[in-house]
Every structure is written in structure tokens, then in C-alpha cells.
């Protein structure tokens, strides 16, 4: 699904929080840009031009899931830092497992967002958007939603992706897809009823049919 970009609530809230305020600024010793909006800081050591695509494309995420979701306040109740890093440093310091593109770490006191911006293109937000859809729900909502409606939420607004002009949201997911077309299904009942604290919830044998049929339920 395809949206104009330029809505007048979106390009007010992308002007003014990830070009108007933005502020840079410069590590010694080693070349870090440092972009800081009213709800985040953007840290790397790329070009200040593609820091400033990163922070942009964040701040269109969040008004993505306040134009598509009930979470109208989407500022941290905590400091939230984006690191952006080059391949090399991704590689040799952030990096949780192979192929990862991306990671977000919620806490009590701290919200990090850890990216390889420069490997995996428009899939290194993939976990992020994904980690982030379940900050935003959860951070703005006093209600426990079923697993199957938070990790299927988080899924198609994982994939979402923009240009200069357009908002894409609904892309499918390539893993889930081959898991719904070439695995066997979970039956609905089995679907609803899986909890976090399930032991299905971490299996490595169900949890791609239940992320996938979970997707598909939202989509």
C-alpha cells in the first residue's frame, strides 16, 4: 500500500523534528555526527547527509504509527539514542547475530538503537521498526494486547519504507512469506492462545508459523 508522503501532519512533524532542529556536532578524535531532535539523539560516523536520512526516516516512522495506530504521544519517557554505524563498527562491535541489520534496546532509563547503516539498505530497519512498533504500543497504552496482535502489528509496520515523495506500508515480508507458503500452519486456535510467557513463544519450531500467521491476521 502506497500513501503520499507529503500529508500536512506528516511534513510538519518530519520538518520540524528531523531538519529544523536538527544540530550537529562533532566527537574528538574520531569523526561522529550527532543530530539531536526534541525526542532522540542520531549518533554516527557516517556523512552528515545520510545521518540526516536515518533521523528523517525515524521521525516518518513515528507518524506512521500515530496515523495508524491510538498512540497520539509518541515522546520517550526515557533519553532514546540512535547509533548508526558504519559496516566495520556494526560488524565488530554491535552486531547481536549474522545478518542482523538492526536492534533496539527499551529500558527503564535509556531507550538505544543500534543500526549497520550501510549493508542492509532499507532492511536495516526491519527490527528496529519492528522493536520500536512494540515500544510505542506498550510505552502509551495501559492495555495487554494478545501476542498474536502485537507481534503481527509489529510485522507489517516493520517493512514499512519511504521515498523523498511516498509512504509504503504493507510490504511483505519475504521470511514470513515463504514460511506461510512452504510450512506447515499453526491451527487459529493455537494461534490465539499463545502467550509471551508460552513455551511455543520461543520455540524455534513454531515461532516463525506464528510470527507469519500473525502477520498475515494484521495485514
Known amino acids: 500500500m502506497r500513501y503520499p508522503a507529503p500529508v500536512p501532519a506528516l511534513v510538519w512533524y518530519t520538518c520540524v523534528a528531523a531538519l529544523c532542529l536538527l544540530t550537529p556536532a562533532s566527537a574528538r578524535e574520531r569523526e561522529f555526527v550527532e543530530l539531536t531532535t526534541p525526542g532522540y539523539v542520531v549518533v554516527s560516523d557516517l556523512s552528515e547527509a545520510k545521518t ?5 526516516d525515524i521521525a516518518n516512522f513515528q507518524a506512521v ?60 530497519y526491519r527490527i528496529v521498526f519492528h522493536e520500536y512498533t512494540h515500544y510505542a504500543i506498550h510505552n502509551n497504552s495501559k492495555y495487554d494486547y494478545p501476542a498474536w496482535f502485537d507481534e503481527g502489528l509489529a510485522e507489517v509496520l516493520s517493512t514499512v519504507q519511504f ?11 519475504v521470511d514470513r512469506w515463504i514460511t506461510i507458503d512452504q510450512s506447515a500452519w499453526l491451527p487459529l486456535q ?24 500473525s502477520w498475515a491476521l494484521m495485514h
Open 163 to 173: 521515498t523523498d515523495t511516498d509512504v509504503m506500508i504493507g510490504k511483505v515480508p
Open 190 to 213: 493455537t494461534v490465539f492462545a499463545i502467550k509471551r510467557t508460552s513455551p511455543a513463544y520461543r520455540s524455534h519450531s513454531v515461532t516463525p508459523a506464528f510470527y507469519a500467521q
Open 52 to 56: 540526516r536520512r536515518i533521523a528523517l
Open 65 to 124: 504509527i500515530a496515523l495508524f495506530t491510538n498512540v497520539q504521544d509518541l515522546t520517550p519517557r526515557v533519553p532514546t539514542r540512535i547509533y548508526a554505524l558504519s559496516a566495520r563498527d556494526w560488524d565488530q562491535y554491535a552486531s547481536p547475530w549474522k545478518e542482523s541489520g538492526g536492534v533496539f534496546y527499551p529500558g527503564n532509563y535509556a531507550n538505544d538503537m543500534v543500526l549497520d547503516a550501510q549493508s542492509f539498505g532499507a532492511d536495516m
